[in-house]
T-cell receptor
C-alpha cells in the first residue's frame, strides 16, 4: 500500500512568490496535518484537517493556508514568501484525530532565495 | 503550553551497546506520546506510540516507556547497529489537542 505522498520533493522560490504544496494521505485516512521543520529543529504544527474541516491551527501567520479535498488529499499554500519560510514541509495522515498514529510523508524541501 | 525536551542533543556509541534516549515534557496531561526516527533530509518514521493509559510499548529491539507523573519518556534501543544511526524525535499530543508537539531530537551515531 502507498504511504503518504507529497509533491513536489524540492522547490526553489524567490521572496514574495506564492507556493502550493500537495499531500495525498494513506488510503482510508481522513485526517491530514501539516508541519514545518526548520533545519536543526523539531517539526512545528501548522494545520490539521479532518473530514475536510480545519480542526487545528498552529502559531503561523495568515500567509499560510490549507484545504482538504473530498478525496482527503490536501494542499498547503504560502503567500508572500519570506526567507524564513525555507524549511522541510511535512504532511502526516492518520485515521482520526487524537488517538491514532500519525504517518509522515517524505516532505517537500522549500528554499526561498 | 506544552514543551518537549530531548537530552542529549547528540550521542555516539559503539556497535552492540544498549542505549537510552530521554524525552521530558512539561504538561503531564498528555493524550499519547510517539517516538519517531528521521534519516537526514527525510520524513519521519513512526516507531512507537504510547497511549496515556499505558506505561510502555515494545517493537523488536525498541522499548519505550512513559511516566506521566514525572513528565518523562525513554526509548531503549538494545544491541545497537550502524543502521540505527539517525535522529530520534519524541512528540506528545495533549488531550483535546490535535497537534503533535516535538522535541528537537537526539542525533544518534552508532560506530561500527
Amino acid at each position: 500500500d502507498a504511504g503518504v505522498t507529497q509533491s513536489p520533493t524540492h522547490l526553489i522560490k524567490t521572496r514574495g512568490q506564492h507556493v502550493t504544496l500537495r499531500c495525498s494521505p494513506i488510503s482510508g485516512h481522513k485526517s491530514v496535518s501539516w508541519y514545518q521543520q526548520v533545519l536543526g529543529q523539531g517539526p512545528q504544527f501548522i494545520f490539521q484537517y479532518y473530514e475536510k474541516e480545519e480542526r487545528g491551527r498552529g502559531n503561523f501567520p495568515d500567509r499560510f493556508s490549507a484545504r482538504q479535498f473530498p478525496n482527503y488529499s490536501s494542499e498547503l499554500n504560502v503567500n508572500a514568501l519570506l526567507l524564513g519560510d525555507s524549511a522541510l514541509y511535512l504532511c502526516a495522515s492518520s485515521l482520526g484525530t487524537e488517538s491514532y498514529i500519525q504517518y509522515f510523508g517524505a516532505g517537500t524541501r522549500l528554499s526561498v532565495l | 503550553k506544552q514543551e518537549v525536551t530531548q537530552i542529549p542533543a547528540a550521542l555516539s556509541v559503539p556497535e552492540g551497546e544498549n542505549l537510552v534516549l530521554n524525552c521530558s515534557f512539561t504538561d503531564s496531561a498528555i493524550y499519547n506520546l510517539q517516538w519517531f526516527r528521521q534519516d537526514p533530509g527525510k520524513g519521519l518514521t513512526s516507531l512507537l506510540l504510547i497511549q496515556s493509559s499505558q506505561r510502555e510499548q515494545t517493537s523488536g529491539r525498541l522499548n519505550a516507556s512513559l511516566d506521566k507523573s514525572s513528565g518523562r519518556s525513554t526509548l531503549y534501543i538494545a544491541a545497537s547497529q550502524p543502521g540505527d544511526s539517525a535522529t530520534y524525535l519524541c512528540a506528545s499530543t495533549g488531550a483535546g489537542s490535535y497537534q503533535l508537539t516535538f522535541g528537537k531530537g537526539t542525533k544518534l551515531s552508532v560506530i561500527p
